[in-house]
């Protein structure tokens, strides 16, 4: 089925408020007379229908006079191109006439290796291979730019024959086997009232937390116990960073505070931890172990121990096969809102390519916002903040139907700015109907079929690269510094810098569990690895480079669909721009 017949109908059903299911999209494009089709269908379908179904195509197409090979002999002819129209094409799309239609197999999932990965659906969408471990990682820069360890490869895709089309059938993503859950939503939860006595009992959770899982490692004290104890004695202490100076002699006199007290650790410039000093950020809990000065009022410190994801961490995996897109930062109503790649990514999902994503999600910053930034209406193209969520619902419906949509806000999204950011409010609810996306906080863990994502905005990223040395975390290897938050077990530890904390009972932006993937946005790099056996992604933008990014040179990563493969951890990077 020709892409432009998919885009146009899917548009159509839009604009008429409908989202569709792929299969409704392929019956209609596959019927003798689509246009025909599309006009009974729209008919027949309640006005309150959110979705149209492939049942109501087949409805309307048991009605009209018989089908079958007619419609089968219009697939076999070749497609109806020349009547339909464009929409959208994808950046780069090449005349369906040019592509054999010799229908290789499915292009196969990463299996790992940096294999080459086909693109499919006539654009010029480029397959990224995905990379494994640590150490080998792809980040943005690889995923666009370098061809050393990218290798590109044309796919019949949209192409293929229509025998294949139709033995492949009609691309539906069955719903019976899905199954999602969400953990650590604080939706409707916030207890906070920005009082004194909530920063001490979420710090005080965040400190049980985090301490528990060092207590394995350390036979550690409270600090008033160090205090009293003789000179000259070993000790542990787990603590939250409290401050970090250094010496007039070099070395880094690391204050940690327990529930008890505080306490001085000196890491000597000279010992391999010092380098570690460089990684902390204030307000992470550790733990040390060292020697205790002749006084007990210093502890000399000889190991350092982060929360951390052990490295036996074995992740979950599908039952079977079965892909989810991580994207974020859409940034719809803003002036660099990449429309066309957006309508591309959409459109591509229609195909067989995409058969097996049935999962999107959204890690924040959906629309673009107001106010967010100095000058930031300078740049809007949709200055009303509704109507930006309006038409980021828009673009949503454009996606097909049959996708499950789970998303989290961002700093640029309605909601308040400190963390944990609840999910949508009703209002906005309200707006945002297409799908009916499963709306969770910002962070939230989302299981799925077994494999789970911990979904966080990222905002304390970019805290991570500025504050930890090049090789910890870089703009250009997003996922590195996303390393660093899977290590310190909080998605947000630094309180007072960039990111903005709400005080409530429990502090929901600890990593309790490990999860199985990491998503992040927020920076607009394209970045993933697997830490520990975690896979990190972040995930890019759907928005061009901002002015501020060009004052300060940050090329963003727009128009990138990371997807993941769920029974392998495997990823595939689709680039729409
Ligand atoms: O942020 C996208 C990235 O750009 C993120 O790394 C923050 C940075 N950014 C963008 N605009 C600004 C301004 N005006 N000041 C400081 N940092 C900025 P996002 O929040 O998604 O727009
Ligand atoms: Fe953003
Ligand atoms: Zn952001």
């Not at 009209?64 to 191109?81: F, I, K, L, N, Y």
């Not at 982060?306 to 989810?324: G, I, K, L, M």
Request: glycine content about 8%; overall charge negative.
């Amino acid at each position: 089925m020709p892409q432009e017949a998919t885009a146009r109908i899917v548009g159509e059903l839009a604009s008429r408020g409908y989202n569709a299911e792929r299969e409704a999209v392929t019956l209609i494009a596959s019927s003798e007379d689509p246009d025909a089709t599309l006009a009974a269908v729209v008919d027949a379908t309640a006005a309150d229908a959110l979705k149209v179904t492939a049942d109501d195509v087949r409805a309307v197409q048991d009605d009209t006079a018989p089908r079958g090979a007619s419609a089968r002999g219009r697939e076999d002819d070749g497609q109806p191109s020349s009547t339909a129209d464009p929409g959208s094409p994808p950046p780069g799309a090449e005349s369906q006439d040019e592509a054999p239609a010799d229908a290789d197999e499915h292009p196969s999932v990463s299996t790992g290796e940096r294999s080459s990965q086909t693109s499919s659906t006539g654009s010029d969408s480029d397959g990224v291979s995905p990379v494994e471990t640590e150490g080998s990682v792809a980040s943005a820069g690889d995923a666009g730019t370098d061809a050393g360890t990218v290798q590109r490869s044309r796919d019949d895709g949209a192409d293929r024959s229509a025998d294949q089309r139709s033995r492949d059938g009609t691309a539906d993503r069955s719903t019976d086997q899905r199954s999602v859950s969400v953990e650590n939503d604080m939706t409707g939860r916030s207890t906070g009232t920005g009082e004194y006595s909530d920063f001490v009992s979420v710090f005080r959770d965040r400190y049980d937390k985090l301490a528990s899982k060092l207590r394995g490692r350390v036979n550690h004290r409270p600090t008033d116990a160090i205090e009293s104890m003789a000179g000259g004695s070993e000790v542990a202490l787990v603590g939250m960073v409290n401050d970090i100076r250094s010496t007039a002699s070099g070395h880094w006199l690391v204050e940690l505070e327990d529930t008890k007290g505080t306490f001085p650790c000196l890491v000597m410039k000279d010992r391999n931890i010092a380098e570690l000093v460089d990684e902390l950020l204030y307000d992470e809990v550790i733990a040390i172990e060292g020697t205790l000065a002749d006084d007990a009022g210093i502890v000399f410190v000889d190991s350092m121990h982060f929360p951390d994801v052990p490295r036996t961490h074995q992740p979950s995996y599908a039952d079977r096969h079965v892909q989810a897109a991580l994207i974020s930062d859409v940034h719809v109503g803003s002036q660099e809102f990449m429309h066309e790649e957006w309508d591309a990514f959409a459109d591509w999902l229609y195909t067989e390519e995409a058969e097996a994503i049935e999962y999107l999600l959204i890690a924040g910053d959906m629309v673009e916002g107001v106010g967010v930034y100095p000058n930031q209406d300078e740049e809007l193209d949709v200055v009303d903040i509704y109507e930006q969520y309006e038409t980021f619902n828009e673009k949503l419906k454009q996606i097909p139907g049959d996708i499950d949509v789970t998303m989290i806000p961002g700093n640029h999204d309605a909601v308040r700015l400190a963390e944990p950011q609840p999910g949508f409010d009703e209002e906005l609810r309200d707006i945002m109907t297409a799908h009916d996306p499963r709306i969770v906080s910002n962070p939230s863990t989302v299981t799925v079929e077994g494999v789970s994502v911990l979904m966080y905005h990222g905002v304390s990223l970019d805290e991570v690269i500025a504050e930890t040395p090049e090789h910890t975390a870089s703009y250009d290897e997003p996922h590195k510094a996303m390393y660093q938050l899977l290590k310190k077990r909080h998605v947000a530890p630094q309180y007072g810098g960039h990111t903005r904390l709400a005080p409530e009972e429990k502090d929901y932006l600890v990593i309790e569990n490990v999860p199985d993937i990491f998503h992040t946005g927020h920076v607009h790099k394209l970045g993933f690895g697997k830490y520990h056996n975690v896979l990190a992604i972040n995930s890019g933008c759907w928005q061009r480079q901002t002015d501020f990014q060009k004052s300060v040179n940050i090329q963003p990563d727009a128009g990138y669909a990371p997807v993941v493969d769920l029974d392998t951890l495997d990823v595939t990077v689709r680039k729409f721009s």
